[in-house]
């Protein structure tokens, strides 16, 4: 493993030196965030991943060098002065095996370094946490606090950015759960969204992940503010009402997130009016029930790949057309994941409020998966298992093709997963 030295003392500083910063994994929603922070700071970031992607795309065009495909020692700049490496990133990649040359860190680490500058609120829970806190920061931008938002989605109004720059000692920030990412983080306040059993090839259990959940919520900083959505969604009548009424986006999950985005901003003394002004303009996220038309289609992206995400999705998407048509296309995200969660997928597919299913191949998460899962685990069975005839496998190279065939017009289409599945999406265009 890698030298985990600090951060450089300057790396944050207002361009006073320039910097080589190199990512390993830049294409990830997280790490490019922050790639998009440092390039905005003025350094010089270079990165790699294994795929060319919309996000590495962007990057190069603001300025980083891009290497994408193989992963090799000679894609590191020489005299870099800094190795950030996503934390799917083995021990034994070749980009960081051998490098006494440079500091290195996590993704996590060089995030909780940065907010160690700040005062940092960070957004963690199983579900709405992208959502959440994209309607925290925008709340905090019409009160006038100027924040850094780091999020784990690209968010219109931040200029369809996954990160926003601010100059003010305000940083908001996501907080991933996964391997613990985020105890390295010592926030100011933090909020929960909601616990359930998620990212099982890592906790084991259940137990395991309300374990780490709580041993976050004791990482605030002294006098600081926990904001836990388990306890509360059952209060607060008259708020919920109001965002209601207000929100442009659909679902009762989405009333939950503005109302604790709500709950943030009065802990910091921010008006309620100033906050529900902020939330009744929020257009929603990238692939968070992201809707468009394509003739009399309407085509609904969603990152949804949890049960409860998909129940939730496809309970709103009826809410919002109780009388259309609803397709989904469904790609199963991570062989654990499926295999972990297998009843609980047949249980909300067999009731979901939909007119037909079709599920795709599942998403192989490299170096996250077990072969003796994966060979035992896949769409099909889990068609079988569900068993009606509204619901059918196809590879994904074959749903366009089916799709042009089948639809007569008007139907809403519900592209769901966090894979490849939006190239599916793209092919509607």
Aim: with cysteine; aromatic share 8%.
């Amino acid at each position: 493993m890698p030298n985990k030295n600090h951060l450089p003392k300057k790396a944050t500083s207002n361009g006073a030196q320039k910097l080589k910063i190199h990512f390993i994994g830049i294409g990830g929603i997280g790490v490019s965030a922050l790639a998009k922070y440092y390039l905005a700071k003025g350094h010089v970031v270079s990165g790699s991943d294994l795929t060319s992607s919309e996000i590495t795309e962007t990057l190069e065009k603001m300025g980083a060098k891009i290497f994408i495909g193989q992963q090799t020692k000679n894609n590191v700049p020489k005299k870099v002065n800094l190795i950030i490496y996503s934390p799917a990133v083995k021990p034994d990649n070749p980009e960081l095996v051998g490098q006494n040359r440079a500091s290195t860190i996590s993704y996590p680490e060089a995030l909780a370094k940065l907010a160690k500058d700040h005062f940092t609120i960070a957004v963690s829970g199983t579900h709405g946490k992208s959502t959440t806190c994209s309607m925290l920061g925008l709340i905090l931008i019409k009160a006038g606090f100027d924040p850094t938002v780091i999020v784990g989605t690209k968010v219109k109004e931040f200029g369809n950015s996954n990160c926003r720059i601010g100059k003010s000692k305000y940083l908001v920030i996501e907080a991933c759960e996964y391997e613990d990412s985020f105890l390295n983080y010592k926030p100011n306040i933090i909020l929960i969204t909601n616990v359930e059993a998620e990212h099982l090839d890592y906790f084991k259990n259940f137990s395991n992940v309300k374990k780490a959940f709580k041993k976050f919520a004791g990482n605030l900083v002294k006098s600081g503010v926990l904001i836990d959505g388990r306890r509360i969604f059952a209060n607060f009548s008259k708020e919920k009402s109001q965002l209601e009424k207000i929100l442009k986006v659909p679902g009762k999950h989405n009333i939950e997130n503005a109302l604790l985005a709500l709950l943030t901003a009065r802990a910091l003394k921010i008006p309620d009016k100033k906050s529900l002004e902020a939330l009744s303009k929020f257009k929603g996220t990238w692939r968070r029930f992201e809707i468009r038309k394509k003739g009399q289609l309407t085509i609904v992206s969603d990152y949804g790949h949890h049960p409860t995400e998909v129940k939730a999705t496809l309970t709103a998407a009826r809410e919002k057309w109780p009388a259309r048509k609803i397709w989904c296309i469904f790609q199963p995200h991570q062989y654990q994941r499926t295999h972990s969660l297998f009843d609980d997928f047949i249980k909300v597919f067999s009731k979901a409020p939909i007119n037909r299913l079709i599920i795709t191949d599942i998403y192989d998460v490299a170096g996250r998966e077990e072969k003796s899962i994966s060979q035992k685990t896949s769409s099909k069975k889990l068609i079988e298992s569900i068993n009606k005839k509204s619901a059918i496998y196809l590879p994904k190279d074959k749903i366009i093709g089916y799709l042009k065939k089948k639809l007569k017009g008007r139907e809403v289409i519900i592209i769901m997963g966090a894979g490849d599945i939006y190239e599916v999406d793209k092919a509607f265009k």
